[in-house]
């Protein structure tokens, strides 16, 4: 065999072996993909009427559907707290619109408070592992296989919308759910705008739950399609954000009382 | 060489201590393979078994990845079938009880899988 057969030959065999795992890769490979009736979304929002939530009195629609939802557990130390959506004083909610005349019962008024899906999240900026990250549609999410529960993001984040699970939830979850997964001790958890829901073309709990009693305080959509029920409140009514001179540019709205 | 004998004891204890889980291991001989509860629905798993055997943890991280990171949901298998990417919903309809199935592989090799720290061990109530 001449020298040079013989190296067009090798080349030859070194291609086929090549290609061995390629064809196998390109013919009959599996691959992801999102459901067909995943809700479209480029910038999830929600705006909370305080004109409509607060005409209903000790009211816990939301909190109850969502807690209950994704196996939020009820912990027995108050230090110990697991919240994703609840109710504040509105003096703490919006410390800046309390002035030293503003009367108590105004300044205890209930507000809604959750995650509320910045634009600039600093939780993410500080999450050593990108256990939340920022999605394109806007949402502020949590992967919590990833999280080590350093608790940086708690830290950051200005709304205290985080809770950290202190102990084991499972014994203090009222009613476990088998649609859900739990949590473990050891890490961080909030409000994920219900994506596992979003996924498959269903809007939050919270929000039905409040559009199920007849209140619909709660309004969510895609801020950036003009025809969106958000959207529509958005561009028509005089809306506020908690602490937006911290550049954070929130997306959970507030219509506050009048 | 005076301390010969006392030297020779020292490493016999010595390699006998150290070894322990191999000598007990070998006296104990290799052990029946761990039995596994077959699939209560369907013939086929998502991909063929070989592939579920082998790279199931692959699968299930990507799986993971795919679900939590890029919303991704439905799987396409290999052969073409979709299936919802979840472990609860999917996995557990054919494999219903992991004390059953995960388990007793896992027990049998000594692997901890910790996925039930917070995933449902429990089949889902609409799948």
């Avoid at chain 1, 480029?42 to 005409?55: I, Q, S, Y």
């Avoid at chain 1, 200005?158 to 088998?178: H, K, Q, V």
């Avoid at chain 1, 829901?197 to 939050?204: E, F, Q, T, W």
């Avoid at chain 2, 006296?27 to 998502?46: F, H, Q, T, Y």
């Amino acid at each position: 065999m001449k020298r040079r057969s013989f190296l067009e030959l090798v080349g030859l065999g070194a291609a086929g072996v090549c290609a061995v795992p390629v064809a196998r890769a390109l013919g009959g490979a599996s691959r992801t993909e999102p459901a067909p009736d995943a809700l479209p979304g480029k910038r999830w929002a929600m705006v909370v009427d305080e004109r409509k939530c607060l005409t209903r009195d000790g009211c816990k629609a939301c909190t109850e559907a969502c807690h209950r939802g994704h196996n939020v557990p009820a912990m027995k130390d108050p230090r110990h707290e697991v919240k994703w959506i609840w109710k504040e004083q509105l003096a703490d909610v919006f410390p800046e619109r309390v002035t030293p005349y503003t009367p108590a019962a105004v300044k205890a008024l209930p507000t809604m408070v959750l995650c509320n899906h910045c634009d600039n999240p600093p939780c993410v900026r500080v999450c050593p592992t990108q256990a939340t990250w920022k999605r394109a549609d806007g949402i502020v999410m949590m992967d919590e296989h990833r999280c080590i529960g350093c608790r940086y993001c708690i830290t950051a984040c200005p709304y205290g919308a985080r809770s950290f699970n202190f102990e084991d939830p499972r014994p203090s979850i009222p009613g476990e759910l088998a649609d859900y997964p739990t949590r473990t001790r050891g890490v961080v958890e909030k409000c994920t705008f219900c994506t596992e829901r979003l996924a498959v073309g269903k809007r939050p709990l919270c929000v039905e739950a409040c559009e199920g009693i007849g209140c619909g305080a709660l309004v969510f959509g895609d801020a950036s399609d003009p025809g969106s029920p958000v959207s529509a409140l958005l561009r028509s009514t005089d809306v506020t954000r908690r602490k937006p001179e911290l550049g954070t540019s929130p997306h959970v709205f507030y219509v506050l009382r009048g | 060489m005076h301390d010969a004998g006392k030297i020779f004891l020292g490493l016999g204890v010595f390699v006998g201590l150290v070894g322990a889980p191999v000598w007990y291991g070998l006296g104990r001989g290799p052990g029946a393979p761990p039995e596994l509860e077959k699939a209560v629905e369907g013939p086929r798993c998502v991909e063929p078994t070989e592939v579920m055997r082998a790279s199931h943890m692959q699968l299930l991280d990507q799986w993971r990845t795919a679900v939590v990171r890029r919303a991704e949901h439905v799987y396409v298998a290999s052969d073409g079938r979709q299936h919802a990417m979840s472990l609860t919903g999917t996995c557990l309809r054919c494999h219903a009880d992991p004390a059953k199935f995960c388990d007793r592989c896992h027990g049998y090799v000594g692997v901890e899988a910790f996925c039930w720290d917070c995933h449902q061990r429990k089949r889902r109530s609409g799948s």
